[in-house]
């Protein structure tokens, strides 16, 4: 699974249900592993747009600065009975991200919901074990 795959899905999948994606990807190169737990992420975002929120809008955006890549996936359909922050997908994608040092944040305001995920673009260096 590629960030650039999902991306692509991202763009069409959501416009058949009549929803806008606007999608602005500036990030530089990504490691394997990132590209892939992105790719991640921005499926899962996607699916949750589409089976939990009234969705009209939804900017996807990613940007590198300082060492971290990260991805941004928006919506304008925040439903007051959907979105469990503690859900088995959220808790999933944090796991994924942790796992690169990266982390996942949601938020909610004005009828938006967002979701961000970062990570480290250059891994930190295993330490040595004392012996």
Same mark, same amino acid.
């Given at each position: 699974? /590629?960030?650039?795959? @999902?991306? @692509? /899905?991202?763009?069409?999948?959501?416009? =058949?249900?009549?929803?806008?994606?606007?999608?602005?990807?500036?990030?530089?190169?990504?490691?394997?592993?990132?590209?892939?737990?992105?790719?991640?992420? !921005?499926?899962?975002?996607? *699916?949750?747009?589409?089976?939990? #929120?009234?969705?009209?809008?939804?900017?996807?955006?990613?940007? *590198?600065?300082?060492? *971290?890549?990260?991805?941004?996936?928006?919506?304008?359909?925040?439903? /007051?009975?959907?979105?469990?922050?503690? #859900?088995?997908?959220?808790?999933?994608?944090?796991?994924?991200? =942790?796992?690169?040092?990266?982390?996942?944040?949601?938020?909610?305001?004005?009828?938006?919901? @967002?979701?961000?995920?970062?990570?480290?673009?250059?891994?930190?260096? #295993?330490? !040595?074990?004392?012996?």
């Amino acid at each position: 699974m /590629s960030l650039a795959g @999902e991306a @692509e /899905s991202a763009q069409s999948v959501p416009a =058949a249900a009549g929803i806008e994606v606007e999608l602005a990807l500036a990030h530089e190169e990504l490691p394997a592993e990132v590209e892939n737990v992105l790719g991640t992420v !921005l499926r899962e975002a996607v *699916t949750n747009v589409l089976t939990r #929120s009234s969705a009209r809008h939804c900017p996807i955006t990613t940007v *590198t600065e300082e060492g *971290t890549v990260r991805l941004r996936v928006r919506n304008d359909g925040v439903r /007051s009975d959907r979105g469990r922050p503690g #859900s088995a997908g959220i808790g999933n994608l944090t796991a994924r991200l =942790a796992a690169l040092d990266g982390r996942l944040g949601t938020a909610r305001e004005d009828g938006w919901f @967002e979701l961000t995920a970062q990570a480290p673009v250059i891994r930190r260096p #295993s330490p !040595l074990p004392a012996g």
